[in-house]
């Protein structure tokens, strides 16, 4: 296995530590982490966990810069970021909402931005990342990040920055839209009598097992439902009342147009 280039991460929290975990399998050399929290967990033998970019030991050179801090703080932290920018380093960030041209515009030393938008279940190595690349992007610099960010799972790349706000709907708050179901489908098995860890049991079962067999089958979403739902029988009578006036189409679009909205207005 080629070892992965090193890394300077900012931000190990939930999204950073998961991306750190796939780079890790995936044969990464020492690296730094900075986060205020010095999450020690994550380190291994020859990694660096620092508060603060002030405590990044000055001899050290990534091959890329990851940026999984909340949007919030960048403008904050970037500008002192951009003046220890090693050059041909790309810089990869997760960050919800931040164009390029705002990277660039807190970053004016970087050369080739990446921007990606991840999910939580990269923490297994089962996440969606769509990434965009900036215009100073090198090949050799992209395949460095297309590397980083298929450790997580799998990677689609766009080549229009403007899908990324509908993608952050899609995939990048995806996992919290199947969360709820499971959360509501345990609560309304127990309102039915199941018993509590039963419930919970079916619910999170039924969520996982119904993912793998989308995953592992090569029929489309809408047969795999029609499989399981006989004329006049148990099912079709639950998804009548899920279809009743459009009831989840309409939710699930009004969901998504509302974080897609979101998302631009973060950009701004
Ligand atoms: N979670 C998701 O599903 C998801 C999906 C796609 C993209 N993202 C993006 O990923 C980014 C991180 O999200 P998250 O959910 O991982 O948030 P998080 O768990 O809060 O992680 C952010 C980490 O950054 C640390 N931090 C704060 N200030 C810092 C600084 N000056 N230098 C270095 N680290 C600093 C925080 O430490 P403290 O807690 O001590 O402040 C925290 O550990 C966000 O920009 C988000 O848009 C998240």
Known sequence: MTPVPPVLLLGAGRMGSALFAGWCAAGLEPSVLVDPSMPSGLARPGDRVVASLDDVPAGFVPGA??????PQVAPGVLPALSARLPDGAPVVSILAGLTIARLQALLPRAGAIVRAMPN???????GMTVAFAGADTTPAQ???CHRLLAAGGALAWVEDEALIDPITAVSGCGPAYVFLLAELMEQEGLALGIPAPL???????TVAGAGALLA???EDSA???RAVTSPNG???RALAELMRQDAWPASVRAALQAATARSRELAR
């Open 199 to 205: 419930s919970r049991l079916l619910a999170r079962q």
């Open 65 to 70: 810069v990851v940026l999984a801090i909340k």
């Open 120 to 126: 939580t279940p990269a923490a297994i190595g089962q």
């Open 223 to 225: 047969e795999l439902r």
């Open 142 to 144: 992209r395949a460095l």
């Open 234 to 236: 148990v099912t079709e």
């Open 216 to 218: 592992a089958s090569p």
